[in-house]
């Protein structure tokens, strides 16, 4: 049990939060999923990414507006898609390779016209020819959905399950303009 810890903890990632832009002023590292940062620091400006994928919330408890960082650095919170400077809980999430499969549909509870698809799509429309998403089944991989084509706008991360309706996945509305595989590009 032990060595199954310690290798838990030797394949976590680590992201650095930081108050000010550019990786300047106050700093907090974090290796694990964390569902309160507040305690740490009261603004977040600029971010690094030192391993895996993080999702990292507006709100505590995992709530609010979601953004999907990858490895990087990210020096203002506009280069992460951020809306202001509030950054409440974190998942790390490590990158995974292999299958990618979900399953989109036009109406809630998996009904109306259904979509299979294995790979990124930069514009909903001109693949599925509808715009709004109200339900979806992710049998393989991570995902990000975006709320504007060319993977803009808000951000929902998507793990293997059953979304039957937008709200599942933390979205205000049915539209989806593009999404791509969560890996390591």
Not at 26 to 49: G, K, M, Q, T
Not at 94 to 108: A, D, H, K, L
Not at 136 to 149: A, L, R, S
Request: hydrophobic share 25%.
């Amino acid at each position: 049990m032990l060595d199954q810890l310690l290798i838990c903890e030797l394949k976590m990632g680590k992201i650095i939060f930081y108050e000010d832009r550019n990786f300047q002023g106050r700093h907090y590292e974090c290796s694990s999923d964390c569902a309160d940062l507040s305690p740490y620091f009261s603004r977040c400006n600029s971010i690094r990414v030192e391993d895996d994928w993080w999702v990292v919330y507006e709100r505590p408890n995992y709530m609010g507006y979601q953004y999907v960082l990858r490895r990087g650095e990210y020096p203002d919170y506009q280069r992460w898609m951020g809306f202001n400077d509030s950054i409440g809980s974190c998942r790390s999430y490590p990158y995974v390779s292999g299958n990618y499969r979900m399953r989109i549909y036009e109406r809630p509870d998996f009904g109306g016209q259904m979509m299979e698809f294995m790979d990124d799509c930069p514009s909903i429309y001109d693949c599925f020819c509808y715009r709004d998403i109200h339900s979806c089944q992710v049998m393989d991989g991570y995902w990000i959905f975006y709320e504007h084509p060319n993977y803009r706008g808000r951000q929902y991360f998507m793990r293997p399950g059953e979304y039957r309706r937008y709200s599942d996945w933390g979205g205000y509305s049915s539209t989806i303009g593009s999404f791509r595989r969560m890996r390591d590009f």
